[in-house]
């Protein structure tokens, strides 16, 4: 390892200073940690000063020291969120050690810590400690990883997840253009006016409120949402907040795979399909690995997922001509009876059989309603309009239409849907000493649809 260090070293430099090219927008670094406070005491209620509380996370080789002041208090802040043993020492006093302490991402915890006078030696409290938040005016709740891991949710987008509380509703809008939003109203709030945080920093889109940046749902350890009553720290969230945390690496080496199938072997066949058995595979599948490239300093996380996608789309759009039938319309143009027909409605067929031939303006009529249905069901003008107004020209304004021009009696059946989406993160965790901690975390979304 000790050939190792120097290269490592040099490459992490160069991954820092290429981050640094290409800043994200500030934001406050505590949205992505969570705060530790409250009071040391003895059984009886006294407080006890001066006592040394230190927080540690083994697993991450990370811990923090801070010393309780005069009225017994004490504050643990920017902590990345986690499972973490606390351990207590003061003169005079058994050594209290609160495992299972779980803080959350956005957590202002308060945990008491109650010390024995020192006729034992120590005291160890295995059992979880009692985490209340006296503090925070927000309203929020924590998806944690149990239930990324254990809920089900079709497509992998774990941003889903923010639908299981209840003042949250999938967002029933027409998109405005081709960027999609967050997709979530919070109180009723549009999906443009929402937050999305990856690791403190602000991913969402200023203009639609989507999201620019995303990572796989493997690499999630936890998120946060933030219904109202945010800080300012939020910034331009008016609706609600999603506070997303990515998964480092620890000192013991993890590993995980997964993969899915659908086929259409395998399941019933589409109701709407008019084949027997239309094309259909959908394959996800990805793979994550995690460790420590140095133990209890350096660690690096990897993750990556994929998106094959062959299916059959159904439209059945120009299906029985749209309700239009044939009008005869030779006697406005002097021709033998079924000579000249247009396609139309019973309604214009009514109005058009009682209308007398020599009635001014009734050819240009004809034109127009002629034109216009065919050029949107054939893409082709009637054969005998075609030599004064053209095959393939809309008769008002005498422009072709479009070589990408799709008519709509073409859409009926079905029709082949493709994809392939890939996602690859990457996280480095350094420390640079006891109180100083940088990571840098690269992600791309590469798509072909």
Same mark, same amino acid.
């Given at each position: ?39 040391? @005491? ?11 509380? /230190?927080?540690? =996370? ?38 209290? &050690? @609160?495992? @299972?302490?779980?803080?959350? /991402?956005? @957590?202002?915890?308060? %945990?008491? %810590? ?36 254990? #809920? ?28 999609? +939003? ?16 990856? =690791? ?10 989507? +999201?620019?940046? &995303? ?12 219904? !109202? ?21 620890? !000192? ?16 019933? &066949? ?57 009008? =005869? ?47 949107? %069901?054939?893409?082709?003008?009637? #054969?005998? #309009? ?64």
């Amino acid at each position: 390892m000790r050939n190792g260090r120097p290269l490592f070293s040099t490459c992490f430099a160069l991954l820092l200073a290429f981050g640094c090219l290409f800043p994200s927008r500030a934001v406050a670094q505590n949205i992505a940690t969570a705060q530790l406070h409250g009071t040391v @005491e003895d059984r009886t209620g006294a407080v006890i000063p001066n006592a040394v509380i /230190v927080i540690a =996370d083994p697993s991450k080789g990370f811990s923090r020291e801070t010393s309780s002041d005069a009225q017994g208090n004490y504050q643990l802040l920017l902590l990345p969120p986690g499972r973490y043993t606390v351990t207590v020492t003061a003169a005079g006093f058994a050594k209290l &050690t @609160e495992t @299972e302490v779980v803080l959350t /991402v956005g @957590e202002q915890a308060e %945990l008491t %810590l109650p010390m024995a006078v020192g006729s034992v030696q120590a005291v160890t409290v295995s059992s979880g400690a009692d985490i209340v938040e006296t503090q925070r005016s927000s309203q929020s709740t924590t998806v944690d990883q149990q239930r990324i891991e254990n #809920l089900p949710i079709n497509g992998r987008n774990y941003i889903n997840f923010t639908l299981t509380n209840s003042q949250i509703a999938r967002d029933a809008a027409p998109s405005i253009g081709a960027i999609p +939003t967050s997709g979530l109203n919070f109180g009723g709030a549009r999906a443009r006016s929402n937050s999305i945080n990856v =690791d403190g920093v602000d991913v969402g889109d200023y203009i639609s409120g989507g +999201t620019r940046s &995303t990572v796989s749902q493997d690499a999630v350890q936890e998120f946060q949402i933030v219904t !109202n009553g945010f800080d300012a720290e939020y910034g331009r969230a008016s609706g609600g907040v999603v506070n997303i945390v990515t998964k480092s690496g620890t !000192n013991a080496a993890h590993a995980s795979a997964f993969g899915f199938l659908r086929n259409r072997y395998i399941q019933a &066949t589409n109701p709407f399909s008019t084949v027997y058995q239309p094309a259909y595979t959908r394959v996800q599948a990805g793979f994550t690995v995690g460790g420590a490239i140095v133990p209890d300093r350096t660690y690096y996380f990897f993750s990556t997922e994929i998106t094959r996608r062959q299916e059959t789309g159904f439209s059945d759009i120009g299906a029985n001509n749209f309700g239009l039938t044939n009008i =005869d319309v030779s006697k406005f143009y002097g021709a033998p009876a079924g000579a000249l027909h247009i396609q139309g409605t019973a309604q214009q067929a009514a109005l058009l059989a009682a209308v007398p031939a020599a009635t001014p303006g009734i050819q240009k009529y004809v034109a127009l309603v002629g034109s216009s249905s065919s050029l949107a %069901l054939t893409g082709q003008n009637p #054969l005998f #309009l075609q030599p004064s107004i053209g095959a393939k020209n809309f008769v008002t304004s005498g422009q072709a239409t479009p070589a990408s021009f799709v008519p709509l009696n073409s859409l009926i059946g079905n029709f082949p849907i493709s994809e392939k989406t890939e996602i690859y993160s990457l996280r480095l965790d350094h420390k640079l000493t006891a109180n100083q901690q940088v990571f840098v975390r690269a992600s791309v979304s590469p798509s072909l649809v």
